[in-house]
C-alpha cells in the first residue's frame, strides 16, 4: 500500500521560509517522477513542482525561483525548500507520484503565509 506522510507547514510571515517533507513507502520510490501538489480552500488541488528520476525540475510559474523540490531516493523522501512566501501560497501541500500516476492522498500539511 503506497503511503504519503508530509510535515513541515506552520505558519510564517510573508517573505519568511518553510522545508516541507514527504515521507513515501510502498512503491519503486527511484522509478517514480514524483511532485508537491497544494489546495487553498474553495479551489482544486494543483501541481506545484515535480522531480523526475533523473533529477529533472518542473515548477509552476508562481513559484519559480522561490520553491526547490529535492529528493533522497535512499531514504524515499521528498522535500520542498519555499522561501519568500507570500499570502498566496497558503493552502494544504500533499506530495504523490507525477500527475499521470497519482495514488491515494495523505493528509498533507498546513502552510499559512501572513502579510
Known amino acids: 500500500q503506497v503511503r504519503f506522510v508530509e510535515s513541515g507547514g506552520g505558519s510564517v510571515q510573508a517573505g519568511g521560509s518553510l522545508r516541507l517533507t514527504c515521507a513515501v513507502s510502498?512503491?519503486?520510490?527511484?522509478?517514480?517522477?514524483m511532485g508537491w501538489y497544494r489546495q487553498a480552500p474553495g479551489t482544486q488541488r494543483d501541481l506545484v513542482a515535480s522531480?523526475?528520476?533523473?533529477?529533472?525540475?518542473n515548477y509552476t510559474d508562481s513559484v519559480k525561483g522561490r520553491f526547490t523540490i529535492s529528493r533522497n531516493n535512499a531514504r524515499t523522501t521528498v522535500f520542498l525548500q519555499m522561501n519568500n512566501l507570500k499570502p498566496e501560497d497558503t493552502a494544504v501541500y500533499y506530495c504523490?507520484?507525477?500527475?499521470?500516476?497519482?495514488?491515494?492522498w495523505g493528509r498533507g500539511t498546513q502552510v499559512t503565509v501572513s502579510s
Open positions: 504523490n507520484r507525477g500527475p499521470n500516476n497519482l495514488q491515494s
Open positions: 522531480i523526475s528520476v533523473s533529477g529533472t525540475t
Open positions: 510502498g512503491l519503486t520510490f527511484k522509478f517514480s517522477t
